[in-house]
């Protein structure tokens, strides 16, 4: 590199990218870790889906139409 500019590595980050590497190594089904794919999984993509088909079905009564059937 020109004029001696070293990088310094950041021992943290450093770290955790090596953590984040073996992850499949320190990874364990636990109560935690399923109630986390579950929640992301099911519960979230569900409320999304639900918060969606609400404001098309308030979209709908503003515009004075019948509410869209979804799935």
């Given at each position: 590199m020109a004029g001696g500019m070293e990088v310094k590595k950041n021992v943290h980050v450093e770290e955790w990218g090596a953590h984040r590497e073996n992850l499949e190594k320190f990874f364990r089904f636990n109560r935690r870790t399923i109630g986390y794919g579950v929640f992301f999984g099911i519960a979230v993509p569900l409320i999304l889906y639900k918060g969606i088909v609400m404001e098309?079905?308030?979209?709908?009564?503003?515009?004075?139409?019948?509410?869209?059937k979804f799935l």
């Open positions: 098309f079905h308030k979209q709908d009564q503003d515009a004075g139409r019948s509410p869209r």
